[in-house]
């Protein structure tokens, strides 16, 4: 077989599997909405479960799902975004430098239950947080921390030397020049990575299963060391330890938390565009 004929084998052999897995995705988006879009009313979406969950509807999932979503990002932002402006700004290569970026690209590759593991060991008995949304965010905010320093990275080292530069060049000191012209610069690739991690973190079950979330909750939490319940969670019990409950629950929760997870995909992808154009003009 000559070198263009092999070549062309290639490309369609990966056309044929990109076009597989646009159409396994679709079908299951297409079963999953289908049989999820009927059960959205009005009830399902503002209504506390009843009767062992089997009937009523998810809204304290759903604020639960917000508070811990809302509360990894004040933890999981500041920190990894510091992070990686440290990593690329200030520090010099050294073996030590290595040994950190090893560890953030091993981190990312660790199973999500034993972030919750963790999360179970350090923050709920020995910093005795308790199962609580402190506990549950934090052990989020730890697990999309690897993508959120990776991200910020790149975004970073996609800036221009030649804007740092005349920067200086023009009397500028150079946290002013991080501030005002690398960040802002780099701002697209850093939401949109931020973003990404968060739309993780929202469907994670695992680690809220052990430091945050509860079967079933009469009242909505009212601080951060209160239990929350969380729409991953839920699906999870209704679809495993519920089985007389009305099929049109677990694909109503599966439906609004897919919408969650899209949304947030959404929002990177808009927040992207517009800082691309804000910087254009």
Do not use: C
Request: proline residues 6%; charged residues 10%.
């Amino acid at each position: 077989m000559s070198p263009k004929v092999a070549e062309k084998v290639a490309f369609h052999i990966l056309r044929a599997m990109a076009a597989l897995i646009v159409l396994v995705l679709v079908v299951v988006l297409w079963d999953l909405f289908s049989k999820g879009f009927p059960a959205l009313t009005w009830e399902f979406i503002t209504e506390n479960p009843r009767k062992g969950m089997t009937e009523g509807g998810i809204f304290p999932a759903i604020v639960g799902t917000f508070y811990l979503v809302l509360a990894t990002i004040l933890f999981a932002l500041p920190v990894g975004v510091m992070t990686a402006v440290y990593l690329v700004e200030y520090a010099r290569e050294s073996w030590a430098t290595r040994i950190i970026r090893l560890a953030v690209v091993n981190l990312a590759g660790v199973p999500s239950v034993v972030f919750g593991l963790f999360g179970l060991g350090f923050f709920v008995l020995f910093l005795d947080f308790g199962v609580s949304i402190l506990s549950g965010s934090l052990t989020l905010a730890l697990m999309i921390l690897p993508v959120i320093i990776t991200t910020t990275e790149e975004a970073l080292r996609a800036v221009p030397n030649g804007y740092r530069e005349a920067s200086l060049a023009l009397g500028a000191t150079k946290l002013q020049t991080i501030l005002l012209i690398v960040l802002p610069n780099a701002m697209p690739g850093i939401l949109t990575g931020s973003i990404l991690g968060v739309a993780r973190a929202a469907g994670e079950t695992a680690p809220i299963l052990l430091t945050a979330a509860a079967f079933f909750l009469p009242r909505l939490p009212s601080s951060v060391f209160d239990q929350v319940m969380a729409l991953p969670y839920h699906l999870y019990v209704i679809a495993t330890q519920v089985p007389n409950a009305d099929p049109k629950i677990p694909y109503g929760t599966a439906t609004v938390l897919m919408i969650l997870v899209l949304g947030l995909n959404l929002v990177a992808i808009l927040l992207r565009s517009y800082f691309r154009r804000m910087r254009r003009v």
